[in-house]
């Protein structure tokens, strides 16, 4: 496996790996089988500020015929792109993000690299994205980027237009869920940081044999960075959904801006708001959470104080 030598806390290599998933489908097999793999952009539309989301497409030829995508709920993919995409014109679609078209300007400028941007060779340069909305027959997937103004992906990114080639490798990840084993989950998530959460949401209330009960507490910035609003509105209509949002910054009145069946709360979600929602504190309710570390601190030191133990809480590093 890569590395690139800088000792960066969300290091794939200190992760558990997974042998390649064989699927129940037919003799279909899983795309992923410890290669990096050859995706299409099939589209990309701006969600937020910095925030995209991209459609990507399995390119295998004839071959894929027998193969599906299948990547566990909250697992990752590592996607690696060729470092000199640097020297590509941005797609104006990020025109509006702060790009560096000139590489020695970008490399005068940027202080410290991104924690999860690695430099896999000289020309290469891999970060981790949970997939969303997966089409395992189609083998589609998409992914929520958030740009950031030094992050080696993020310059890249924005040189991507519809058709160009990426690859991606993986699944990743340590979530293990067996349906039914708890009553309740509750799930914690930050901004970019709902996609693992929502991922594993829809994987339980698609299972019609899945009676476990989902209460999701999403927080963002304001009303206007909420992301993935119409689906967690869809995904009320199941009986064993919740969603309480939480806009830490908003500062105008949302009366208006909140939508038919939607619980917006104006505010960081505190202590006290987390022991009202939590009702259920027994072994039969688990927790997960996915932030910041600031974030994910915050909300563990809550349910500790609850009296949660540590093996209901799973933290998505």
Not at 27 to 47: H, M, T
Not at 80 to 85: K, S, Y
Request: some cysteine; charged content about 25%; hydrophobic content about 35%.
């Amino acid at each position: 496996e890569e590395c690139c030598g800088s000792g960066c806390n969300n290091c794939v290599l200190d992760r558990k790996f997974t042998k390649p998933i064989v699927t129940s489908v037919g003799n279909s097999i899983n795309i992923f089988s410890g290669n990096y793999e050859k995706f299409s952009i099939e589209c990309i539309k701006k969600v937020a500020t910095s925030v995209y989301c991209i459609e990507f497409r399995y390119k295998g030829g004839e071959s894929s015929r027998n193969l599906v995508l299948n990547v566990p709920p909250g697992w990752y993919l590592q996607l690696r792109c060729d470092a000199n995409l640097i020297l590509k014109q941005t797609n104006p679609i990020f025109n509006d993000f702060t790009t560096f078209d000139d590489p020695k300007e970008f490399l005068a400028q940027a202080k410290v690299q991104e924690k999860n941007d690695k430099d896999t060779s000289k020309d290469l340069i891999s970060r981790p994205y949970t997939p969303i909305n997966i089409n395992a027959e189609n083998c589609t997937f998409d992914i929520l980027i958030k740009l950031e103004k030094f992050g080696k992906m993020s310059q890249l990114v924005t040189k991507l237009n519809v058709g160009d080639f990426v690859e991606f490798k993986g699944p990743y990840g340590e979530l293990t869920y067996t349906p039914n084993t708890y009553k309740h989950v509750y799930l914690f998530s930050h901004g970019v940081a709902i996609a693992p959460i929502y991922s594993f949401i829809n994987n339980v209330v698609k299972n019609e044999s899945d009676e476990t009960f989902l209460q999701l507490i999403a927080c963002y910035r304001n009303i206007n960075e909420i992301l993935l609003r119409d689906e967690m509105k869809d995904l009320q209509q199941f009986w064993n959904f919740k969603v309480s949002i939480f806009v830490a910054y908003e500062t105008s009145e949302i009366g208006n801006q909140v939508k038919l069946g939607e619980n917006i709360v104006k505010g960081k979600v505190g202590e006290k708001d987390i022991e009202t929602i939590v009702k259920f504190r027994n072994k039969t309710s688990y927790f997960l959470i996915c932030g910041t570390e600031n974030f994910t601190q915050h909300i563990f030191s809550s349910l500790k104080s609850l009296d949660i133990d540590n093996e209901h809480i799973f933290v998505f590093k």
